[in-house]
């Protein structure tokens, strides 16, 4: 392992097959397993340049993790949200379900008012700028920018900033396509539920990318990539396919198995507004998306 000198991350080289967090113990000469737990949830690692959250994150020979000097920022204490990096001009958080994304009506506690809450306890003279949403009971990373100008870059190139958005989600049945693309036209009706049809009718366009990651005879656990970003797209597209969220009562799901909305954004990769640095992170799906698998009496 090589460390590399006068700069705020440590560099190291993969030698053998490992998963990163027992790679960062070993790498820092036995640094306690909690402290190296508080290093990726803050964080502090990258491998490849890319920063991972991931604890069992797959490692293999050649690659490069660098882990951060510094203590990072974004310690904040909150049960709805963690801060996953946080600059002069943005901050990236992930979201638990059951809190929404941005101010409504009748709903002042929100994602917004916790960092806002954060930025003024750190003394800090800035407020959050939402640029983007994730439904109330959807969970996984966000984008909040600090100021108006960076707001302003990434909701007018949105397109061109943000170059990776990857969704996981547990859904019903089993898949019959290992991987494919579904698009269609959505629009939303009178009762706020948005509404899918195979040919232009007016709507706004959407397309969804997917791949079964795993499935049984109840469930499939899919991965999604989005080509646009338009409100309930996966929710509606897997309704169309027959496959609606596990949860989602509200687009055509009878089953519950873990109690929640069984959707959640695990990667989201940028150009930095400001410096153009490619940034990419990365989040583990919740557990409970795969212990359905487990369950006796279902097959793989």
């Given at each position: 392992m090589n460390n590399r000198k006068q700069s705020k991350y440590l560099a190291f080289t993969v030698k053998k097959n490992d998963e990163l967090l027992p790679f960062i113990e070993k790498a820092l000469n036995g640094i306690s397993h909690t402290k190296a737990k508080a290093i990726l949830a803050n964080g502090g690692a990258m491998v490849n340049k890319n920063t991972i959250t991931q604890y069992n994150y797959p490692l293999t020979p050649g690659m490069t993790v660098e882990i951060s000097r510094?203590?990072?920022?974004?310690?904040?204490?909150?049960?709805?949200?963690?801060?996953v990096y946080e600059d002069h001009d943005i901050i990236i958080v992930e979201k638990n379900p059951g809190i929404l994304s941005a101010p409504a009506p009748h709903h002042p506690?929100?994602?917004?008012?916790?960092?806002?809450?954060?930025?003024?306890?750190?003394?800090?003279?800035?407020?959050?700028?939402?640029?983007?949403?994730?439904?109330?009971?959807?969970?996984?990373?966000m984008v909040y920018s600090k100021n108006i100008e960076t707001a302003k870059m990434l909701t007018e190139n949105w397109q061109n900033i943000i170059t990776n958005r990857r969704y996981i989600a547990l859904v019903e049945g089993k898949m019959e396509q290992k991987q494919g693309s579904i698009e269609s036209w959505l629009t939303e009706n009178e009762d706020y539920i948005t509404e899918s049809s195979p040919v232009d009718n007016g709507g706004k366009y959407a397309l969804t990318h997917f791949r079964t990651l795993r499935s049984n005879n109840k469930y499939s656990l899919v991965e999604f990539k989005l080509e646009t970003g338009r409100k309930n797209q996966i929710r509606?597209?897997?309704?169309?396919?027959?496959?609606?969220?596990?949860?989602?009562?509200?687009?055509?799901?009878?089953?519950?198995?873990?109690?929640?909305?069984?959707?959640?954004?695990?990667?989201?990769?940028?150009?930095?507004?400001?410096?153009?640095e490619k940034m990419c992170f990365e989040t583990p799906a919740p557990d409970t998306f795969t212990k359905v698998f487990e369950s006796p009496g279902t097959k793989q």
């Open positions: 510094h203590k990072q920022s974004g310690n904040i204490n909150s049960k709805f949200i963690r801060i506690f929100n994602v917004k008012s916790i960092l806002d809450n954060h930025l003024k306890m750190s003394h800090q003279k800035c407020t959050s700028h939402v640029v983007h949403r994730l439904d109330r009971e959807t969970s996984g990373l509606v597209h897997m309704q169309d396919m027959g496959h609606p969220v596990c949860g989602d009562m509200k687009y055509g799901s009878n089953t519950d198995p873990v109690h929640r909305l069984c959707l959640h954004a695990y990667m989201l990769c940028l150009f930095h507004p400001r410096t153009r």
